[in-house]
């Protein structure tokens, strides 16, 4: 396997690598990472489909990728998924799958157009004060210790922040800006999170950073991510013959493990109650989803709390990745990531109204109509005051294709589950039932409190609590996760949010996808370029924009620098004066053409010399070469000029 840059293998097809018709493939688990390396070994290895097996131990294909409609407690949307241009194996992936809603269309191609169409950009980021806006303006409030902290964890290397938290790197400075509101309510950070993880996001979209106050850099699906994506791919690899065993939980797999190799021998699973397994040889692949954030979620009502059932550390996802590593030390240590699920969780609820007066709140504070159809908040919507840390959002109306056309999804979530009172409801958000939640979330969009009661009867809410949905922030060096194919193994490989793979980060939907792309390359051989991550950490366009976005659109001589600095700065500037990076800075908006001013001005010093040499040739102490001398200066003068 290896990685490739640029678009030119990109349309490539790779040739069918030898004996793939005799392999076999078993996928643990149908979430996003699953299913792509399904469609991966369709496409790209060209192993028959019906040597395909994919193990769900749910009655439902998607994982955390969900969205679906309980008879009996109403629409739910455990989360939602950000999408960016550049992922750049998702996009290869979703070219070759046709779309279930437009024939003729792929999935890319249909959220190319609808994206193009209807751009997703927030009227409004944050409010304080029941749904008033806060006025964040774009502006990222940062001071200067606040960007020397964010330069110290953008320099730091891997290394240097293995089982670091974020905490470790920041103080209030930073955590009192506006650029850590919008930060910590997109991502779903939190202060005891890696710093690690943090500086790699911070590197992967810094392309983004002038998007991050409206969030402009997203894109969103037409539907929900289950409707959108996972249906089309299911429909994909049963098309061409795979299998997806459903109710069907892997409990064990049992490896050989020599100093030569590593290799999978026997998988152990029940299906329907009764326990079989499946004795393996290397040619009978097996692609395992270690962990994940959707274990053990628990679901509430109306009327109930969700009730999480299982302990710190459980989980059947992640007790499978338990026995793994236990056989080798290449198959990572959980338990670094499933410690505390008080640091791992957060609760969010789906709100299902057709209240006129709860439409018009919502209107009136994205500026949309949320019934129209297209973009509503265009991203989350944060209340900055809220003691639960409570974000929200509409996306495209209706998020689900059976959905009434008067009725408006409405997807909350709160970073703080366990310990703070409501502003509204005074007790933690994890002991709240649906009624309850959605009066702490129309509390803070503005509704009358004589009024809320009523309406959150009114609304139908279904909480969901997730114990482990930022299990893979938690601090860690090298090691705790596998790599995607750990080395020496033959048939083993990982997938997912908590497989190994450099520069991407966690928490993505192109994640899942690359670990899928690089498993399924390295065990059929594939002769085709994993597409690299995308490099605009390395463009210095991005990183001069981002530094003057990151400085609320101050020119460079603007920011809070000490005397020193900008006088190195203010050299720095002379010496590129009349180059293509005094024009570059110009046009980025870093710098002002007056800021170049010449460290030497030829022009000055050529009249001076010769006004000298004219001097000296009418004087009495004129000397042979007088003029050569004075010529070979202005000369000299101009090339040091150009050098510099």
């Known amino acids: 396997m290896y990685y490739s840059s640029g678009n030119y293998e990109a349309f490539a097809k790779p040739e069918k690598p030898e004996g793939i018709d005799k392999k076999h493939a078993y996928i643990v688990g149908s979430g996003l990472g699953g299913l792509a390396a399904a469609c991966f070994l369709i496409r790209d290895a060209q192993m028959p489909g019906e040597n395909i097996t994919v193990f769900e131990s749910l009655p439902l294909a998607g994982g955390s990728c969900d969205g679906y409609h309980d008879p009996h407690k109403g629409y739910i949307m455990r989360g939602g998924r950000e999408m960016d241009n550049h992922f750049e194996c998702m996009w290869d992936l979703f070219r070759s799958i046709p779309s279930i809603d437009n024939p003729g269309e792929t999935i890319f191609s249909e959220y190319y157009k609808l994206n193009k169409e209807d751009p997703n950009y927030s009227l409004c980021r944050v409010t304080e004060k029941q749904g008033q806006d806060a006025h964040t303006d ?150 395992v989803t270690n962990g994940s954030q959707g274990d053990g979620s628990a679901y509430g009502d109306q009327t109930h709390a969700p009730v999480i059932e299982i302990e710190n550390g459980q989980g059947p996802s992640v007790e499978l990745w338990k026995k793994l590593a236990a056989q080798d030390e290449a198959f990572g240590h959980p338990d670094k990531f499933f410690k505390d699920i008080r640091e791992t969780s957060w609760e969010s609820w789906t709100v299902d109204t057709n209240n006129k007066e709860v439409l018009e709140a919502i209107e009136k504070i994205c500026h949309r109509d949320p019934l129209s159809g297209k973009v509503v908040t265009g991203g989350i919507v944060t209340a900055k005051d809220s003691a639960w840390l409570l974000s929200w959002t509409i996306n495209r109306q209706g998020q689900f294709r059976d959905q009434p056309d008067d009725h408006c999804l409405i997807w909350v979530y709160g970073l703080n589950c366990w310990y703070d009172d409501g502003d509204y409801i005074h007790k933690p958000m994890f002991q709240c039932t649906g009624e309850e939640l959605c009066a702490e979330w129309l509390y803070h969009i503005g509704i009358p409190v004589d009024h809320i009661d009523a309406l959150a009867k009114e609304c139908n809410t279904t909480p969901c609590m ?23 193994s033959v048939n083993l490989a990982f ?28 065990l059929c051989d594939v002769d085709r370029g994993v597409p690299e991550v995308w490099g605009s950490v390395f463009d210095i366009r991005e990183l001069i924009k981002a530094g003057v976005k990151m400085n ?59 006004e000298k040499a004219a001097e000296v040739k009418d004087s009495k102490a004129v000397k042979v070469g007088a003029g050569v001398t004075a010529a070979s200066l202005v000369a000299l003068a101009a090339l040091l000029h150009k050098k510099k």
């Open 138 to 287: 774009r502006q990222y409030n940062l001071n200067k210790n606040a960007e020397k902290q964010l330069l110290k964890l953008m320099f730091s290397t891997d290394e240097e922040l293995a089982d670091q938290t974020i905490d470790d790197i920041f103080d209030d400075d930073f955590y009192n800006t506006n650029f850590w509101i919008y930060w910590q309510t997109m991502f779903a950070f939190e202060k005891w999170h890696s710093a690690l993880e943090m500086k790699l996001y911070m590197q992967r979209y810094i392309h983004h950073i002038d998007g991050l106050p409206d969030l402009s850099a997203l894109r969103f699906t037409r539907y929900n991510q289950y409707e959108s994506m996972i249906l089309p791919m299911v429909k994909y690899i049963e098309d061409a013959g795979g299998k997806i065993a459903f109710n069907t939980q892997v409990t064990n797999i049992e490896c050989e493990i020599t100093p030569e190799k590593k290799a999978a021998r026997l998988i152990e699973y029940t299906q329907d109650g009764e326990d079989k397994r499946i004795e393996l040889t290397d040619d009978d692949l097996v692609f």
């Open 466 to 488: 997730m114990p482990y949905v930022t299990s893979f922030f938690e601090p860690r060096a090298y090691g705790d996760r596998p790599l995607v194919v750990p080395v020496g």
């Open 495 to 522: 997938l997912g949010q908590y497989a190994e793979t450099p520069r991407d980060t966690v928490f993505t939907t192109e994640y899942s996808i690359r670990t899928a792309m690089e498993a399924v390359y390295t």
């Open 552 to 610: 609320d659109g101050k020119m460079i001589k603007d920011w809070p620098l000490a005397a020193p600095e900008k006088a190195a700065i203010s050299g720095a500037f002379k010496l590129i004066a009349n180059t293509e990076l005094s024009k570059l800075l110009i046009n980025l908006g870093a710098a002002e053409k007056a800021d170049f001013a010449p460290l030497v001005d030829v022009d000055q010093i050529k009249d001076t010399l010769q």
